[in-house]
């Protein structure tokens, strides 16, 4: 659990990602990350075609939306700890709805679902906001079926510069955007606070998965998980 960085801890508030990082972060992450977060939800594969699916920390909804248009037979439900979040992902959802998608506000320390719930987790770029990330990954153990598996994507602390400095380039490009301040707040505070794709594999392995494949994602500064509960 990380507690040194009181800046980093407010903007994991609710109240920060309602009504300072939130606005901004939806209005420039797709266009700086679609890519890569399409290419996940496109290497995560159902295990059924009626799959029930869970995205912990589903922010503006982008993932979870993409996911249940790319899968129109899953059930797929996006969960967020700030409610305007949820707000926004309600919104961009009734502009075009889909039955099979829902969203609503829940913790990724205390999920509320039931044990052994779901076919299959998807958590992208949201560990690093956790209070306590072994908690959070005991819980997405808990309600994953036996033998299902959790896809996680995370921004990599260790990533190398031309990565960083591509991705910054795209998160940076609109107008409005203070280019340096958000190079140095990306720098510091999202890749700075994040985890390594080996720390992350320790902690996936300290809450109680025995079988992980972590691994560092190509041309992007990025790792990614596949976390598969034991039968």
Same mark, same amino acid.
């Not at 990599?156 to 400095?165: E, N």
């Not at 910054?168 to 958000?182: D, E, G, I, Y």
């Not at 300290?206 to 976390?227: H, N, Q, T, Y």
């Given at each position: ?25 939806n ?21 059924k ?34 409610? =305007?979040?949820?707000k ?23 999920l509320?679902f ?24 005991? =819980? ?13 994507? =995370?921004?990599?602390?260790?990533c ?24 140095w ?13 080996? =720390?992350a594999?320790?902690?996936a ?15 992007r500064?990025?790792?990614r998980?596949?976390?598969t509960?034991?039968?």
């Amino acid at each position: 659990m990380k507690t040194g960085n009181i800046f980093k801890q407010f903007l994991d508030s609710r109240a920060a990602w309602g009504y300072i990082q939130g606005p901004v972060y939806n209005r420039v992450i797709w266009d700086a990350a679609g890519e890569t977060i399409r290419e996940m939800v496109d290497r995560t594969p159902f295990a059924k075609p009626d799959s029930k699916a869970l995205d912990v920390g589903s922010g503006p909804g982008y993932a979870t939306v993409y996911a249940a248009r790319k899968h129109s037979a899953a059930t797929i439900i996006g969960v967020d700890y700030s409610p =305007e979040q949820v707000k926004w992902a309600c919104r961009i959802l009734a502009r075009d709805p889909l039955p099979n998608c829902s969203f609503e506000i829940g913790d990724a320390m205390n999920l509320r679902f039931d044990d052994n719930t779901f076919d299959l987790v998807i958590s992208i770029a949201s560990i690093k906001h956790w209070p306590d990330p072994v908690r959070g990954l005991r =819980e997405i153990s808990r309600v994953l079926k036996p033998g299902c598996a959790a896809h996680i994507g =995370e921004a990599d602390r260790d990533c190398g510069p031309r990565d960083f400095d591509i991705f910054a380039s795209a998160f940076t490009n609109r107008w409005w955007v203070n280019k340096p301040l958000v190079r140095w707040f990306l720098k510091s505070t999202v890749f700075g606070q994040s985890y390594s794709c080996a =720390e992350a594999e320790r902690m996936a392995r300290e809450a109680g998965f025995a079988d992980v494949l972590a691994e560092k994602i190509p041309d992007r500064p990025f790792f990614r998980m596949v976390l598969t509960k034991s039968v």
